[in-house]
């Protein structure tokens, strides 16, 4: 497996279109393309040819709303599965105080 580098991945936006290729690429490395959510992306983008960002400039306000919604959960679904790969102690989110700031933090104790 990957050495998971902690701290930012990505910051300073929320955009799903900045965030998809992002966390997508991260799982990628991770679990060296052998994520089933990996896959199931890179199948996505040959019929969905909005989610392709090496190809096209994604604008995720000129696409349908169902599609924007799809991109929201694939976001979420993506980060879910990062966290699956956090150390023991951490977890794959955005850092507190900062919600547009992205990786593998340490969890505070309480």
Known sequence: MTKINLGTLIHGTLR???LLPAFRNELHNLSEG????????????????WLDWYSVDIRLADIAPEDQEYASELVNDLMDALNEYAPDGYYF??????GADFG???QEEN
């Open 104 to 106: 593998f933090w340490q």
């Open 16 to 18: 799903n279109e900045d």
């Open 34 to 49: 052998q994520h089933p959510l990996v896959g199931q992306f890179d199948r996505t983008v040959e019929t969905e040819p």
């Open 93 to 98: 989110g955005s850092i507190e105080g900062d």
